[in-house]
T-cell receptor
């Protein structure tokens, strides 16, 4: 089945360590996204990528980094510079950038990161 | 970009239709309305989207008013598994950074 795989589902790290969250899709989608969700809150966009080797900052990119070396992969690194890294992280993809106006997002099931 | 307004919570009896409203009074002529839902601790699930005409699929129906300033998502026969947070989204136009803005949505509780 086609879809988006995020791993691991739960991740624990010590404060001061960088950590990389995996996101892989086999939908042949061009665009990929990372969102962060805090308890009781909506989703906030961290980074997005419209095409391989290209990505743009979202609303809350500080303390995060991404790469897009392959179409199917869009890993997110949470660096030690991120002040409040504990959150639920969601990866998504779409056929094209949303300004095609007919391109829904498809989400993975998320990674819950806890930093202590 | 067109912001959306949704009630924070709603209840619905199992087996009855759930009607979830959304106001998007600043929507532009070429902007779509999308609906997603999120069950606790899972990723959001795409439900349906539309531009002007009413839309129906196996999950739900979407009714958009003629002036496009509001819409209603209808779950025709709600089940307990439909308990989730429902998001109404109107993505902004090209060359903007935040493509899909997910607010806090409507928390729907289906009651047995």
């Amino acid at each position: 089945d086609g879809g988006i795989t995020q791993s691991p589902k739960y991740l624990f790290r010590k404060e001061g360590q960088n950590v990389t969250l995996s996101c892989e899709q086999n939908l042949n989608h061009d665009a990929m996204y990372w969102y962060r969700q805090d308890p009781g809150q909506g989703l906030r966009l961290i980074y997005y990528s419209q095409i391989v080797n290209d990505f743009q900052k979202g609303d809350i990119a500080e303390g995060y980094s991404v790469s897009r070396e392959k179409k199917e992969s869009f890993p997110l690194t949470v660096t030690s510079a991120q002040k409040n890294p504990t959150a639920f992280y969601l990866c998504a993809s779409s056929i094209a950038a949303p300004w095609s106006y007919n391109s829904p997002l498809h989400f993975g099931n998320g990674t819950r990161l806890t930093v202590t | 970009d067109a912001k959306t307004t949704q009630p924070p919570s709603m209840d619905c009896a199992e087996g009855r239709a759930a009607n979830l409203p959304c106001n998007h009074s600043t929507i532009s002529g070429n902007e779509y309305v999308y609906w997603y839902r999120q069950i606790h601790s899972q990723g959001p699930q795409y439900i349906i989207h539309g531009l002007k005409n009413n839309e129906t699929n196996e999950m739900a129906s979407l009714i958009i008013t003629e002036d496009r300033k509001s819409s209603t998502l209808i779950l025709p026969h709600a089940t307990l598994r439909d308990t989730a947070v429902y998001y109404c989204i109107v993505p902004p136009g090209p060359n903007t950074g935040n493509q899909f803005y997910f607010g806090t949505g409507t928390s729907l509780t289906v009651i047995p």
